[in-house]
């Protein structure tokens, strides 16, 4: 089955610029989750989804970025005013969304953000 | 920021060397992770520990999830090209979905 795709695979913007990350997570999956990557670096949450509200935002580095789900499945992350720091590859994670021990999450290829 | 220090930074082996790294934390987990990285790509799990002290294996990986639930090593044994790569220690809080932190990874270079 698919897993996780993201798009754009890259994104070259200015500073000032907005722009728009695209995830489609594993259909049946209602766990959805940001990350960043910035060069050299490890992920680093920026917020996670179950269905259709964030249950987790704490991440997010300041009001320039938002984040939604409306529907339950396709997520979209939404950088406003881009800073020559938001440069970074951004990753989606996807998760089954139970309280269970085992709870796996699938990541996607991520988004390259550079801005320039 | 992030609460896992992963060691080494970066390892230079031979073919079928042993391989082993490790993370700390200031933190407890109750479930510690391992992922491969590969370039262009996103993390991929390699290895899932959810009780402190268990030891899994995984073909040629082992992993175990410290005693203190605040540390986790993985090893590589027998070493072959394709496990060149970046690895991610990650720690979680709970159960469940939920966020995961991630360590700074281990570059694996090998030489045939």
């Known amino acids: 089955g698919a897993g996780v795709s993201q798009t754009p695979s890259n994104k070259v913007t200015e500073k000032g610029k907005y722009v728009e990350l695209r995830c489609d997570p594993i259909s049946g999956h209602t766990a959805l989750y940001w990350y960043r990557q910035s060069l050299g670096q490890g992920p680093e949450f920026l917020i996670y989804?179950?269905?259709?509200?964030?249950?987790?935002d704490s991440g997010l580095p300041n009001d320039r970025f938002f984040a939604v789900r409306p529907e339950g499945s396709v997520s979209t992350l939404k950088i406003q005013r881009t800073e020559r720091g938001d440069s970074a590859v951004y990753l989606c994670?996807?998760?089954?969304?139970?309280?269970?021990?085992?709870?796996?999450?699938?990541f996607g290829p991520g988004t390259r953000l550079l801005v320039l | 920021g992030q609460q896992l220090n992963q060691s080494p930074q970066s390892m230079f082996i031979q073919e079928g060397e042993d391989v082993s790294m490790n993370c700390t934390s200031s933190s407890i987990f109750n479930t510690w992770l391992w992922y491969k990285q590969d370039p262009g790509e996103g993390p991929v799990l390699l290895i899932a520990?959810?009780?402190?002290?268990e030891l899994t294996s995984n073909g040629r990986l082992t992993a175990q999830f410290g005693i203190t639930r605040k540390d986790s090593f993985l090893n590589i044994s027998a070493s072959i090209p394709s496990d060149v790569g970046i690895y991610f220690c990650a720690g979680q809080l709970g159960f469940g979905a939920q966020k995961l932190v991630f360590g700074q990874g281990t570059r694996l270079t090998i030489n045939p």
């Open positions: 994670a996807s998760s089954l969304g139970t309280s269970g021990i085992q709870e796996t999450q699938y």
């Open positions: 989804f179950q269905g259709t509200g964030a249950a987790d």
């Open positions: 520990l959810y009780k402190a002290g």
